[in-house]
Antibody, heavy 119, light 106 residues
Framework: QVQLQESGPGLVKPSQTLSLTCTVS??????????WSWIRQPAGKGLEWIGR???????NYNPSLKSRVTISVDTSKNQFSLKLSSVTATDTAVYYC???????????WGQGTLVTVSS | SYELTQPLSVSVALGQTARITCGGH??????VHWYRQKPGQAPVLVIY???NRPSGIPEQFSGSNSGNTATLTISRAQAGDEADYYC?????????FGGGTKLTVL
């Protein structure tokens, strides 16, 4: 059973960079069948896709966030990471890491981690 | 950019059938996926590629997709089915989620 766990600071100051890591267990992040995504959800609102990365390092980003987002992968640690720069209060949300499959669905999700942007 | 439209809320009587729609331009030509999210929990995939149920999802969940509307159908609705439901597709290498529908079981 694949499991994903987000980790990182729960509080980030405005204008700084939000950094999160997702550790994958129960399966290899290097499997060519899957890709790895970040998704966020502000309190009381819907889901917003941030971006994805393939084991090869190829990425796709949400156009609305593309200028501020970097997703990377470390296959040796079975982890992938998110960096979101120049954050503001509107970036406050629960951030989920997740696995995507060949059908385009997202079949495994982390439990989510709340990141608050505040001084 | 591609947009998906869902009703904000749907109500269903206990034991009856709920239908949640997801509208998008020519969505019938896309793979549509559906997620259930209960309060304080991560979303769970309940339907993938329009009509398929992942392992562990009960038969009461079904899906259809044609034209400009995809539909998630929940038969014999129970109190435990109360949740937010989201549809999702891919468009130009970007994942798009619908705004979500809150299902209330009366």
């Amino acid at each position: 059973q694949v499991q994903l766990q987000e980790s990182g600071p729960g509080l980030v100051k405005p204008s700084q960079t939000l950094s999160l890591t997702c550790t994958v267990s129960g399966g290899s992040i290097s499997s060519g069948y899957y890709y790895w995504s970040w998704i966020r959800q502000p309190a009381g609102k819907g889901l917003e896709w941030i971006g994805r990365i393939y084991p090869s390092g190829s990425t796709n980003y949400n156009p609305s966030l593309k200028s501020r987002v970097t997703i990377s992968v470390d296959t040796s640690k079975n982890q992938f990471s998110l960096k979101l720069s120049s954050v503001t209060a509107t970036d406050t949300a629960v951030y989920y890491c997740a696995r995507g499959d060949t059908y385009g669905s997202i079949d495994y999700w982390g439990q989510g981690t709340l990141v608050t942007v505040s001084s | 950019s591609y947009e998906l439209t869902q009703p904000l809320s749907v109500s269903v009587a206990l034991g009856q059938t709920a239908r949640i729609t997801c509208g998008g331009h020519s969505i019938g030509s896309k793979n549509v996926h559906w997620y259930r999210q209960k309060p304080g929990q991560a979303p769970v995939l309940v339907i993938y590629s329009g009509t398929n149920r992942p392992s562990g999802i009960p038969e009461q969940f079904s899906g259809s997709n044609s034209g400009n509307t995809a539909t998630l159908t929940i038969s014999r609705a129970q109190a435990g089915d109360e949740a937010d439901y989201y549809c999702q597709v891919w468009d130009s290498s970007t994942a798009v989620f619908g705004g979500g529908t809150k299902l209330t079981v009366l």
